[in-house]
Every structure is written in structure tokens, then in C-alpha cells.
């Protein structure tokens, strides 16, 4: 099987209806020979991740209509990304609520990296990983990694690439004594 984030239209979801969704996914789905692991809910879009043969995809992308219309199909495969474009792929995704793709993307461009660098772009990394997460209802596990998040970006410099570092510390902050997550941009 292939893998595919399929982000359908927001009809109105919160992640509080990330577990309705998913079991209504794997309903409508029960017939075909796919798997829906996760569903992520943005403001814009309802985030599936899916295991489907290529063959199969359109099919399985009209079964899922009912939760929404098309918007976005990737293929999701292990690629070498240039670590400047990593780094691009990830602020566009993480300032698209596409959290999950911009851990991908981050982690191409991690993977070329040493020392304190490495430590600063996994701080952001596990950044979008806690949205990720909260996107899941799972927001306390999010809020949970803030800590994480603190000490791998460290006293990293104030800016790295386009990312204000010093505003990623400053939020990452305020969400732990406010212990919640609030979707900012990078």
C-alpha cells in the first residue's frame, strides 16, 4: 500500500471530532482495501492519512466524501530534499496547520545537519509534532512536549533561516502557563 494525507474541506470540525471522524472514515471505508490510521483536524481542513494502492486512490477519495470535498492529495514517500527546501517545505506547511507534513519536511533537512543545529530544527520539529498531536485531541500530550521543545531550541540564535526562533520560545512559553496550544505562524 501506498501512503496519503488527503485533506478535505473543513466542514465545521474541531479536533474534539477527530475520533468521529476517524471511525466514520474507517466505516465508509470498510469495503475497500485501504487503511485510515489518523485524522487530523485543522481549521481549514480534515487531515486522513491513508494506506491505499495507487489504483484504488479516487475511489477511495469519493468514498470519503461524505466527510468533506478534496482538497489536497500528497503522496507521502521517503525523498532527499535539499535542506534549504526542507526547511521552505516546513515553515509553508507549519504555517498551513500542516503540522504533521512539516515534521516530514523539517526531518528531510534535519537528517543534513550537526550540532547545534541539529538541536534548534528538531525544537522545531517537535514543535509541530505537539500541533500534530493536538490536531488528534490529544492536547495534553502537545501541551506535554513544550518542555521538549524549550530545551532543544536552548539559547539557539535569535533567527534560523525565515523561523523567529526567540517568538518560537516566547509561545512555547506562554501555551505552558496558559496550557494550551494556539496556532501562530513561523
Same mark, same amino acid.
Given at each position: 500500500?501506498?501512503?496519503?494525507?488527503?485533506?478535505?474541506?473543513?466542514?465545521?470540525?474541531?479536533?474534539?471530532?477527530?475520533?468521529?471522524?476517524?471511525?466514520?472514515a474507517?466505516?465508509?471505508?470498510?469495503?475497500?482495501?485501504?487503511?485510515?490510521?489518523?485524522?487530523?483536524?485543522?481549521?481549514?481542513?480534515? /487531515?486522513?492519512?491513508? *494506506?491505499?494502492? @495507487?489504483?484504488?486512490?479516487?475511489?477511495?477519495? +469519493?468514498? &470519503?466524501?461524505? %466527510?468533506?470535498?478534496?482538497?489536497?492529495?500528497r503522496?507521502?514517500?521517503?525523498?532527499?530534499?535539499?535542506?534549504?527546501?526542507?526547511?521552505?517545505?516546513g515553515?509553508?506547511?507549519?504555517?498551513?496547520?500542516?503540522?504533521?507534513?512539516?515534521? /516530514?519536511?523539517?526531518? *528531510?533537512?534535519? @537528517?543534513?545537519?550537526?550540532?547545534?543545529?541539529? +538541536?534548534? &530544527?528538531?525544537? %522545531?520539529?517537535?514543535?509541530?509534532?505537539?500541533?500534530?498531536?493536538?490536531?488528534?485531541?490529544?492536547?495534553?500530550?502537545?501541551?506535554?512536549?513544550?518542555?521538549?521543545?524549550?530545551?532543544?531550541?536552548?539559547?539557539?540564535?535569535?533567527?534560523?533561516?525565515?523561523?523567529?526562533?526567540?517568538?518560537?520560545?516566547?509561545?512555547?512559553?506562554?501555551?505552558?502557563?496558559?496550557?494550551?496550544?494556539?496556532?501562530?505562524?513561523?
Amino acid at each position: 500500500m501506498e501512503r496519503y494525507m488527503l485533506h478535505f474541506k473543513n466542514k465545521g470540525y474541531g479536533p474534539e471530532h477527530s475520533r468521529e471522524i476517524i471511525n466514520k472514515a474507517r466505516d465508509l471505508t470498510s469495503d475497500l482495501n485501504a487503511s485510515v490510521r489518523v485524522a487530523r483536524i485543522a481549521s481549514k481542513f480534515v /487531515e486522513l492519512d491513508v *494506506g491505499v494502492e @495507487k489504483e484504488d486512490l479516487d475511489t477511495l477519495v +469519493e468514498t &470519503l466524501s461524505p %466527510i468533506g470535498s478534496i482538497d489536497n492529495i500528497r503522496h507521502v514517500i521517503e525523498e532527499e530534499i535539499d535542506k534549504e527546501q526542507g526547511i521552505k517545505d516546513g515553515v509553508f506547511y507549519f504555517n498551513n496547520e500542516r503540522f504533521w507534513e512539516c515534521h /516530514e519536511a523539517l526531518e *528531510g533537512a534535519w @537528517k543534513q545537519c550537526f550540532g547545534r543545529e541539529k +538541536e534548534l &530544527l528538531q525544537g %522545531i520539529i517537535l514543535f509541530a509534532v505537539a500541533f500534530a498531536h493536538a490536531q488528534e485531541d490529544e492536547l495534553s500530550i502537545g501541551i506535554g512536549m513544550l518542555h521538549r521543545v524549550l530545551e532543544k531550541l536552548g539559547t539557539s540564535p535569535s533567527e534560523y533561516h525565515s523561523i523567529d526562533v526567540d517568538r518560537i520560545r516566547n509561545k512555547a512559553v506562554e501555551m505552558q502557563q496558559a496550557n494550551n496550544l494556539t496556532i501562530f505562524e513561523i
